[in-house]
């Protein structure tokens, strides 16, 4: 049910989904999530970082989004993806 998003999603340029969860890039880089929590559909733990994105993918239960400088940034189920940080200075 997005719903709760509703009036954000406009300018979409792309969607992902999750088992659950679903992620749209807007044409200003941002990005919106909905669903699940566990599953992606809460980003606001790096909601901040998600700037400039330019594409994303998902997983089962996470997603995974390329910022325009090249950098990845993840959320969702850890054990799926969603926890990038010990490869971020990779």
């Known amino acids: 049910d997005s ?16 088992c659950e969860a679903f992620a749209a890039v807007l044409t200003d880089g941002s990005v919106v999530t909905w669903g699940h929590t566990p599953s992606g559909g809460d980003s606001s733990l790096v909601q901040h970082q998600l700037k400039d994105v330019v594409q994303i993918q998902a997983s089962v239960d996470a997603f995974a989004a390329i910022l ?21 200075h990779q």
Do not use: R
């Open 3 to 18: 719903s709760a998003v509703h009036d954000q999603l406009w300018n979409v340029e792309q969607i992902q989904a999750t």
């Open 68 to 88: 325009a400088d090249g950098s990845v940034v993840s959320w969702g189920n850890a054990a799926h993806g969603g926890d990038s940080s010990n490869v971020q």
